[in-house]
């Protein structure tokens, strides 16, 4: 599956990010695809991820404040965040489950200055 994410960088407080993920296979074809974040001396902990009906699923730290996205023409995922808070700092992940088999692609690190 080889998720590839990448975006983020230093943001302000109050701003937002955009993150795309890029998938080997067609992510329609995964159990789940989605977004995760770990944030220094954390668990890494779900952001929002796609399930395989289609459905949305967000952490309420999130909701209201980010959206996740797909294009299946490219096979690729977006998450795009807004308002972001200094506790939003965190290395974000994408990770998809193809049948039973996780796959994590590297992350890439998001850090919202205050």
């Known amino acids: 599956v080889q998720p590839q994410a990448s975006g983020g960088g230093l943001v302000q407080a109050g701003g937002s990010l955009r993150l795309s993920c890029a998938s080997s296979v067609p992510t329609s074809s995964l159990s789940r695809i989605g977004w995760y974040r770990q944030a220094p001396g954390k668990q890494r902990e779900l952001v929002g991820v796609i399930l395989g009906g289609g459905n949305i699923v967000y952490a309420d730290l999130v909701k209201g404040r980010a959206t996740i996205s797909r294009d299946n023409a490219k096979n690729t995922i977006e998450l795009h965040m807004t308002s972001l808070r200094p506790e939003d700092t965190a290395t974000y992940y994408c990770?998809?489950?193809?049948?039973?088999?996780?796959?994590w692609g590297q992350g890439t690190q998001v850090t919202v200055s205050s």
């Open positions: 990770g998809a489950l193809d049948g039973e088999d996780p796959h």
